[in-house]
């Protein structure tokens, strides 16, 4: 039994042929150091090879009950922030019902303490003078990965950070020269090495006692799954953006497939190889990102460095490639509307695409330029990239683009895409513009509208036809109704004071109207209900979670992928996909209580 | 044509260029110290400064001034209306962009436009350059 804190298995009774449970199960209770029941720990149950875990959470009185299809070996694992993790080790075969007690322990010391808070501890200690200045760091170093997991907040000096924010520029972080001085400055004083001292609340619920999440290892350490969908048949695809590979999941068996890209005739990096591109975890050129799925079943790809546009039949496993024409660069987020047109960002070169799978025609649209130096930067981007591309890895861009000196907002960066349900019309977001947009599907004229929240990133509509934005820079939600023209906003309540979100995309379950939020610096999952406007968190079991877009299954499950970068950041050491049931611990109680009920004794 | 010198003969107007060209070339030196790129624009817009100044190598003055003119004027045209050029389109618009940089940049492209005239055969500069060069 490995005993990492303190572990009290006060039973363990493998019961086997437990009536219709046909796995692995486990009851208990989870307590803390003083006996009290913990209330919203997570009880994570590891499959025998660690490559997939399900997780519930505990409810008020610290009972959990969790149904597994695991057999063999399994890890048993009791976490709950501010205290230290209990494990346990358990043999346990198919159709068990097993019992263990797990009580939570104090941590050795502050720094274990500091050790196991989220990033958003940690990088609260980063001191701004200026809101600006913290917004410019916040879009542009939380751009791709957590500041202050355990890989980002290593002690440096300013020299050294210096030399950490230039290799970031060469991944395409937009900061100008006096930025990336006081960025090195805050960091090298914020991130002493000192332990941190904060107490994080996530907001244990009866709500949260009734979610599970089940969580499959996809991909290696180098891996850089974008994006997962969820695909008419059933199965989880996965984007990974450096390897050019599709990763796919068969969530009812655990099976893991891939499908690799074709050439794409263009050197690594593709239209973007003049940039540096990271050692192991850019090996391709066509940068697989984002996906739509038409009514045939085929699934359409935007690859990012290629500039092109791909279709993936999952039944042929057949790919077919269209370019992007004119100066098109980083075909970003993917939409697919009512007619099974495919509409596309463009985000690099400020422009959005349509293509029409039935003709297999494609139009580029520029989009509104927002400002001169936006237009200058729109006219002279591509130039700068292909001049850059002459001299592979050197990053020549650099020292050309008038970002040094003006910062990320000389671009516009048209991001995130969604189709509104009640008229079709597109809308988009401008991540750097912080502006929404609305381009009429048949006569493709455009409308933007200025969002009271910077940094809006990957919005989405409810059923109704309400905007949902999620803005990054501020760590917050907006609501547009286009009907009206309005705004509201709501500020992501961190879990502990002086701690902020970045929020990076966000997707809503129209049966019920739930916003589902990836707030990606807590290393939890948000769902806020528009009804009530609360907000709801619910821990993830892994820590160092980053999240891009949430996709739906059939029954309900909310999924995402684990899209740190790098993969190896995160806990584990290897991405994953993940899905939240809201009523699957809730089941599994039930289910679990089912079997424990005594049979009724006929008269 | 009225000749406007100084009292030490040189005329007014090689003066104000030649402060546009080193102001010129300090707001580049500026936009350099962010992205170094900048620089040769800088450099270039000092050498021309010079030699305007010094009223020596009118030729080479003229030329790289042509040559940053035309070099501007493929840059916004194949922009403009490159689009038939294909994959190309971007290696001939770099191209145009360096030489338009190694030749002083934008800001030379627009003091050209008023240099340029005044270098044309029996004008003010021509016969600055010319005076000096005898």
């Known amino acids: ?40 720990a997570m009880l994570t149950v590891f499959s025998a090879d660690h490559a997939q875990r399900e997780t519930v959470y505990t409810a008020a009185d610290g009972t959990y009950a969790i149904v597994t299809p695991y057999s063999g070996t399994l890890t048993l694992r009791a976490r709950l922030a501010n205290y230290a993790d209990a494990t346990t080790s358990l043999d346990a075969s198919q159709d068990a019902v097993g019992t263990a007690d797990l009580q939570l322990a104090n941590f050795a010391d502050d720094q274990a303490e500091s050790d196991a808070l989220s990033a958003s501890a940690h990088n609260a200690k980063l001191q701004w003078q200026q809101a600006g ?37 060469g991944y395409f972080a937009m900061v100008t020269r006096a930025q990336k001085i006081l960025f090195a400055s805050v960091l090298e004083q914020g991130f002493d090495g000192k332990p941190v001292i904060a107490k994080h609340d996530y907001g244990a619920t009866a709500d949260l006692a009734r979610a599970k999440i089940e969580e499959w290892n996809v991909g290696d350490s180098f891996s850089f799954i974008h994006d997962m969908d969820v695909a008419e048949d059933g199965k989880f695809y996965g984007t990974d953006e450096g ?67 791909m279709s993936f039949d999952p039944k042929t496993r057949q790919f077919k490639v269209y370019p992007v024409p004119g100066d098109a660069l980083y075909p970003h987020t993917v939409r697919v509307d009512r007619n099974d047109v495919v509409w596309f960002t463009i985000v690099a070169s400020n422009q959005l695409g349509r293509f029409d799978p039935k003709t297999e025609q494609m139009t580029v649209m520029r989009l509104p330029h927002n400002g001169f130096f936006r237009w200058v930067t729109d006219m002279l981007f591509p130039t700068l990239l292909r001049i850059s591309s002459w001299f592979p890895d050197k990053v020549l861009l650099l020292d050309f683009t008038h970002a040094r000196f003006l910062g990320y907002q000389v671009a516009a960066f048209p991001y995130g895409i969604d189709i509104n349900p009640k008229d079709g019309s597109v809308w988009y977001a401008k991540l750097y513009a912080n502006k929404i947009g609305r381009v009429d599907p048949q ?161 | 044509m009225t000749d406007i010198t100084n009292a030490g003969g040189r005329p007014a107007q090689v003066r104000v260029f030649s402060i546009l060209l080193v102001a010129s070339a300090i707001f580049m030196a500026l936009l350099g110290w962010s992205a170094g790129a900048y620089y040769v624009p800088a450099m270039c817009l000092v050498l021309l400064a010079a030699l305007l100044w010094s009223g ?39 191209a145009a962009l360096l030489v338009n940089l190694l030749c002083g940049g934008p800001l030379a492209s627009i003091l050209g436009v008023a240099l340029l005239p005044g270098l044309r055969s029996g004008k003010r500069l021509a016969t600055w350059f010319g005076a000096r060069a005898a």
């Open chain 1, 443 to 603: 006569t493709l004229e455009v409308r933007e509208y200025d969002t009271p929240m910077s940094g809006p990133r990957r919005p989405r509509f409810d059923k109704d036809g309400i905007f949902w934005i999620p803005s990054f820079d501020e760590g917050g939600l907006m609501r547009f109704d286009p009907a009206t023209g309005t705004f509201e906003s709501y500020k992501i309540p961190g879990v502990a004071p002086g701690e902020y979100e970045t929020p990076y995309a966000l997707n809503v379950y129209r049966p019920t109207g739930d916003v589902w939020l990836a707030p990606n610096n807590s290393d939890r999952i948000v769902k806020f209900t528009p009804a009530t406007k609360t907000f709801q968190s619910y821990p993830s079991p892994t820590r160092v979670t980053v999240l891009r877009d949430f996709s739906f299954t059939k029954d309900g499950k909310v999924c995402s992928s684990q899209s740190n970068l790098p993969a190896y950041a995160i806990e584990g050491g290897v991405p994953s996909y993940l899905c939240i049931d809201p009523t699957g611990g809730e089941r599994d109680r039930a289910a679990l209580a089912a079997v424990s009920t005594p049979p009724a004794v006929p008269r």
């Open chain 1, 133 to 169: 200045d913290r917004r410019a760091f916040v879009s542009q170093c939380n751009y791709c990965h957590q500041i202050g997991n355990s890989t980002t907040r290593a002690p440096r000096s300013h020299e050294l950070w210096m030399a950490t924010i230039t290799k970031m520029e």
């Open chain 2, 56 to 94: 020596r190598a009118g030729g080479l003055f003229k030329w790289v001034l042509v040559v940053n003119q035309v070099a501007g004027l493929v840059l916004v045209l194949v922009l403009w209306l490159g689009d038939g050029l294909g994959a190309h389109k971007l290696d001939v618009s770099g």
């Open chain 1, 243 to 309: 390897h050019d590979k599709l990763w796919i999941l068969d969530p009812a068996t655990g099976k893991v497939e891939t499908a690799d890209l074709p050439p794409s005739g263009l050197p690594r990096g593709g239209t973007f190889s003049g940039m540096h591109l990271a050692i192991g975890i850019f090996t391709g050129s066509h940068g697989p990102h984002s996906m739509g799925q038409t009514s045939d079943g085929r699934i359409w790809i935007t690859n990012s460095l290629s500039s092109t546009l």
């Open chain 1, 1 to 40: 039994m490995n005993n990492i804190g303190r572990v009290i298995l006060a039973s363990c009774v493998l019961l086997s042929g437990a009536g219709s449970v046909a796995a692995a199960s486990f009851t208990g209770k989870v307590t803390l150091p003083d006996g009290a029941p913990a209330y919203g």
